[in-house]
């Protein structure tokens, strides 16, 4: 009999204060309402406690969807200064923040990260400024 491998779709979660954060639209209804009760509306994202990520990721694992803890947050994250064009990669962030007249993004994954670099933000890591959450 055929097998089929199948590649789990794969979403780039942030450990932040405690929690693990990340931000995807769930196609499914039903796996968002699986999740709801993280689910931050005003934020546009979940927030899953710490303690609670093993069985979050081996419940989304059961339907093909892999969490990837992010071990360096300064990869995703882009600066912009504060009275610039930023809606699109606003849409894009897991957590933003403004310092020093910076607005700093916390992108949802690489390819944000590269749109928003074609939308004129920069990499943290080509800057003198650091994270700092």
Known sequence: MPTFDVDPDRITVFHIDGEYLFSHYFTRKDLFEQLNDYYNEDAYRFEIPAEEFDS??????????????????????????????????????????????????????????????????????????????
């Open 56 to 133: 979050v990721r081996e419940q989304l694992a059961d339907e093909y969807i892999e969490l990837i803890v992010a071990d360096d947050l300064e990869s995703y994250c882009v600066v912009k200064d504060k009275y610039t064009e930023h809606a699109d990669i606003l849409r894009d962030s897991v957590l933003n923040w403004e310092r020093d007249g910076q607005l700093f993004f916390l992108l949802k994954d690489e390819l944000s990260v590269k749109e928003a670099i074609e939308q004129g933000a920069t990499p943290i890591e080509e800057t003198d400024l650091v994270v700092g959450l």
